[in-house]
C-alpha cells in the first residue's frame, strides 16, 4: 500500500455502483470478501460488514424505490489500519433509516415483536457511527467501524 507523506499508509478504497435490485447483493458480498480478504480481515468482519452492506442496501431498494425505478446506488468503503468508512450514496426517494426505524425490543417474545427493524438494529450494533443526510435528490449514509489497534489485537 503506498505511503502518505507523513509516512502512514494511504486508505484502501473499493467502489461499487448498484443498480436498486437485490440481484447485486451477491456480486457486492464477493467484492468486499476479497477487499477484506486482501486486508487481512477476519471472517467475522467481513461478514458483519456484508450484512451491514446488504440492510442498508436492501432498505434503500424497498423504501426508496417502492416503484421499481432505474436509479444508482453508489457504495465506497475506505479502510485503513484504524477503521472502515463506509459511504452509500442513491438518487432513492428520501429515506433515514436510523430516524425512521424504532429500536426493536429484542427482550420481547419473539411472536409479539413487529416485523421491520431489526436490521437497522444489526447496523447501529455493528458499526460505531451511523449517520444519514440529504443533499439535493440524494441520500448519504455514512458508516464507521473502528478497528483495534494492532497493539490491542495480539
Known amino acids: 500500500m503506498p505511503n502518505t507523506p507523513n ?3 494511504a486508505p484502501a478504497q473499493l467502489k461499487l455502483n448498484l443498480r436498486p435490485d ?3 447483493l451477491e456480486p457486492l458480498a464477493l467484492a468486499v470478501e476479497a477487499f477484506g480478504a486482501d486486508r487481512d ?13 446488504e440492510e442498508i442496501i436492501v432498505n434503500t431498494i424497498d423504501y426508496g424505490y417502492p416503484d421499481g425505478r432505474a436509479g444508482q446506488i453508489e457504495v465506497v468503503l475506505e479502510a485503513d489500519a484504524t477503521a472502515i468508512h ?5 438518487d432513492a ?5 436510523f430516524a425512521e426505524a ?3 425490543d429484542i427482550a420481547a417474545v419473539l411472536a409479539d415483536r413487529p416485523i421491520g427493524g ?11 457511527v451511523c449517520a444519514y443526510r440529504r443533499a439535493p435528490g440524494r ?16
Open 22 to 24: 437485490t440481484a447485486e
Open 41 to 53: 480481515w477476519s471472517p467475522a468482519l467481513i461478514m458483519q460488514i456484508n450484512l451491514v452492506l
Open 102 to 104: 424504532p429500536r426493536p
Open 118 to 128: 431489526l436490521g437497522v438494529h444489526l447496523v447501529r450494533h455493528y458499526m460505531d
Open 139 to 154: 441520500n448519504l449514509i455514512s458508516l464507521v467501524k473502528r478497528l483495534p489497534s494492532p497493539a490491542s489485537a495480539a
Open 7 to 9: 509516512g502512514s499508509a
Open 93 to 97: 426517494d428520501a429515506f433515514d433509516p
Open 86 to 90: 463506509i459511504q452509500i450514496e442513491d
